[in-house]
């Protein structure tokens, strides 16, 4: 009878450590996943943005609408100055955009999730229209 007991308590602490081993890996899974998240492209210059570093904009009023008007100037890679290697080319008509022109773009605020932006265009191929 103590045999038992003591075969039972073997088993159920191996299944303890079983499931604790288990779960630390899952973890440890998740953490390496996280490492490899695809980094955000910057929609002026394509270059590579990672955490801390944010798209340089403008985005027009009213916020209580589900899209907006937005101006993108580009990230800390093209504006104000561009690194050496990279250029400033319109993601709609793959001109050239210079250091003072602008992306124009609308931004969909989502009720859940993140929010969305849509490049119309750049100051070349997408002029406002004068109603």
């Known amino acids: 009878m ?3 007991i003591i075969v039972i ?16 890996k899952s973890q440890s899974v998740k953490k390496s996943q996280k490492k490899n998240l695809q980094p955000v492209k ?8 990672y955490k801390g570093e944010n798209i340089i904009s403008k985005v027009y009023r009213p916020m209580k609408v589900p899209d907006q ?8 890679h093209c504006y104000p100055r ?14 050239f955009v210079g250091p003072d022109q602008s992306l124009t ?4 605020n989502k009720a859940v999730g993140k929010k969305h932006v849509h490049v119309i265009g750049c100051s070349n191929c997408h002029k406002p229209r004068a109603d």
């Open 42 to 49: 910057c929609p002026v210059c394509s270059s590579d943005m």
């Open 9 to 24: 308590s073997v088993c159920v602490i191996a299944a303890l450590l079983w499931g604790i081993y288990k779960y630390y």
């Open 82 to 95: 561009c690194e050496p290697g990279v250029s400033r080319t319109c993601p709609v008509c793959h001109k």
């Open 105 to 108: 773009a609308r931004l969909f």
């Open 69 to 76: 008007l937005m101006i993108i100037m580009g990230c800390p």
């Open 2 to 4: 103590d045999y038992l």
